[in-house]
């Protein structure tokens, strides 16, 4: 819940992992499977999420601010889209507690 409700997102944090996911990418055009893969995904799943690299490009990673992560945080994690499951011998009350005492001050979309 720490890191949907408060998250902070520091610039040179920011920045330093900008840098480790661009040694990734960097990697991912060095590796002849990755190529491939990526070369297909793009094929079959065009115009598509899906058919993106999960890494993105080096373009998009150098272009993100803390600010615009923040906006993305609030846009897109709501608690109206969020769904909470649990499974194993669990009590149903204790976990309703644990979910309510984490993330029952979890905003809404309409509460932004």
Do not use: C
């Amino acid at each position: 819940s720490d890191i949907l409700q408060e998250s902070e997102f520091d610039p040179q944090e920011l920045e330093r992992e900008q840098h480790v996911i661009l040694q990734e990418i960097g990697a991912a055009h060095d590796t002849p499977d990755d190529i491939v893969f990526d070369r297909f995904t793009e094929t079959a799943f065009r115009h598509q999420t899906i058919g993106r690299s999960i890494l993105g490009t080096p373009e998009t990673v150098k272009s993100f601010t803390s600010k615009q992560l923040h906006k993305f945080i609030e846009r897109q994690y709501g608690a109206e889209r969020m769904v909470v499951v649990a499974a194993g011998d669990i009590k149903h009350d204790n976990f309703v507690r644990e979910v309510e005492k984490h993330l029952g001050g979890f905003r809404s979309k309409s509460d932004n």
